[in-house]
């Protein structure tokens, strides 16, 4: 087993090493040993994912910073054209699994900004580094050998095969075990390539949804208000009760009508506790949760296919006084920083690392507490007080 931390050279030998013992198990997997030495010729470690894999991070994101950047009117309306230009394709994935559209559109847009941004890592480096070295080397063997088994099938192209640092790709971002188990050959051409075929991701991404028990038709929950004093200590999606349950206990939807008769049972879910926005969630915000496993995840998911079907934000506001910022509001504090001199790398509205230690190094000139946070408070300091 290779230890993060150990010398590069050493690391470098124990790395070959292991890619020799995973050759042999790629011939049992259906990949050839000219397949394998082909796919990872020149392969060299990437100590880059041992530390995303090990990185406890700086902050927790608060909710209302996550949903600001993924649900912002910029990405609504890219959704919003999306469903347009694609909208005979949509009418047969939604014919054919039962998933609307406007819940795969915005998976595509959250995973990959509709496309435009599949990630920056080799996904044969990543995955081969991760499968030797550093923690959950078992689950990363699998799903390397997997992926030179999805090469050796001809679904992917090799070249510009790239994607996250865990090894998902595509339009809609799929593991390579989740690739092997759902992904579909929708365009006919006989691969099933989430990297080159709008039509392949889209209704793979739906397959995703209809085998995690999608059901036709149901929303996915709604927000509501609370009544004042109520106990929310069995607050959960977990926790479903009946809807009469909750419309006895004084739950009403957000606009104070009463909650519908009849509907599937339901968890209360208040992502920023009793104060912040409330939210009746059913099964098909569980299926949301079970494409990425977080809470906070599936809200944004779910809010930004209510939103590309003409729906409102939410009503209920965050419990703060400094709100998140959207994309084209992260670029603009990313500009302002350059134009100060920071260098943050390139403006692309995805606050880093490099961006944030700019933040927190300004903050303490524009008289805010130094925490590294890109939020509303920041933007009007820094256009009253830089150029």
């Given amino acids: 087993m290779l230890v993060a931390g150990m010398s590069s050279a050493s690391a470098d030998a124990d790395f070959q090493r292991c890619l020799n013992d995973l050759r042999g198990e790629a011939r049992t997997r259906g990949v050839p040993a000219a397949s394998f030495d082909r796919f990872t010729a020149g392969l060299e470690p990437d100590m880059g994912v041992i530390e995303l894999l090990n990185h406890q991070p700086e902050f927790r994101t608060p909710i209302w910073d996550y949903l600001a950047g993924l649900v912002d009117d910029e990405r609504v309306a890219d959704g919003q054209a999306k469903l347009a230009e694609w909208r005979e394709l949509l009418d047969r994935v939604e014919a054919q699994y039962g998933v609307e559209r406007e819940t795969v559109v915005a998976i595509w847009g959250v995973e990959s900004n509709f496309g435009r941004t599949f990630g920056r890592r080799e996904v044969v480096q990543s995955l081969a580094t991760l499968a030797c070295i550093g923690r959950r080397q078992d ?29 998902a790709f595509g339009h809609t971002q799929f593991m390579p075990s989740t690739f092997s188990r759902i992904a579909v050959d929708f365009d006919g051409d006989g691969r099933r390539d989430l990297m080159g075929s709008v039509p392949d991701a889209l209704a793979s991404t739906a397959n995703y949804l209809r085998q995690s028990n999608w059901r036709t038709g149901e929303p996915w929950g709604f927000e509501v208000r609370l009544p004042a004093g109520m106990d929310t200590s069995q607050a959960g999606r977990r926790n479903k009760q009946a809807m009469s349950a909750w419309a006895a206990a ?7 009508s009463p909650l519908p008769g009849g509907a599937p049972q339901a968890g209360l879910l208040l992502p920023a506790g009793p104060q912040g926005p409330a939210f009746l969630v059913m099964r098909n915000f569980d299926a949301l949760f079970s494409y990425n496993a977080a809470e906070s995840y599936a809200l944004a998911i779910a809010h930004l296919s209510d939103r590309l079907r003409g729906e409102a934000v939410f009503v209920t506001p965050w419990p703060t006084d400094d709100p998140g910022l959207s994309r084209a509001e992260r670029r603009e504090v990313q500009e302002r920083l350059l134009a100060l001199g920071y260098e943050i790398g390139e403006v692309d509205g995805i606050i880093g690392s490099n961006s944030r230690a700019a933040i927190r190094e300004l903050q303490p ?18 256009r009253q007080h830089t150029p």
């Avoid at 999805?150 to 090799?158: A, M, N, V």
């Fill in 250 to 256: 004084g739950v009403r939807k957000v606009d104070g």
């Fill in 139 to 167: 689950f990363f063997r699998g799903e390397f050998l997997t992926t030179l088994r999805i090469l050796e099938d001809g679904h992917i192209d090799p070249e510009g095969f790239v994607g996250s640092w865990a090894g």
């Fill in 365 to 382: 000139q524009l008289g805010l507490e130094a925490d590294g946070r890109a939020g509303q408070r920041l933007l009007q300091a820094m």
